[in-house]
């Protein structure tokens, strides 16, 4: 490793403490990327809303936040109780994914609730009337 000398210098404006500021060589590291992992459970009866026709909203979500999102099957073995999706990428891409892919589950679910008649009590369409 080289040694590393100190250049000492005054400054001259503003400078009044007198004390001489030392200014050290210092190497350029590359940055470093973070990369985050997160999983969203999903039920599979909704995994196809979120791929998508032939995988063109997964791959829309995946380009558009620069992550990397791949489906995993429910595996005991591995503590998935259910599907999920796992979410890999930089904070905010994956927060993104995240957030998108949270709300196709929700707006799918809100569909669904809206095409499925209101049911009584008593099990009977409240739409027929009783005879």
């Given at each position: ?14 400078d ?5 500021q ?5 190497t ?52 998935h ?5 796992q ?19 929700q ?25």
């Open positions: 490793m080289e040694n590393q000398q100190a250049q000492t210098h005054k400054h001259e404006d503003g009044r403490s007198g004390r001489p030392h200014q050290y060589q210092t350029h590291r590359p940055r470093r990327d973070v990369s985050v992992k997160t999983i969203v459970p999903v039920s599979k009866e909704y995994v196809g809303a979120v791929i998508g026709k032939s995988g063109a909203m997964i791959n829309q979500i995946k380009t558009d936040t620069e992550t990397r999102i791949s489906y995993m099957d429910q595996d005991f073995a591995r503590g109780q259910s599907p999920i999706f979410i890999t990428g930089s904070p905010k891409g994956v927060a993104r994914a995240e957030k998108w892919v949270r709300r196709i589950l707006s799918t679910w809100q569909a669904e609730q809206e095409d499925s008649p209101a049911t009584e009590a008593d099990g009977q369409d409240p739409t027929q009337e009783s005879a």
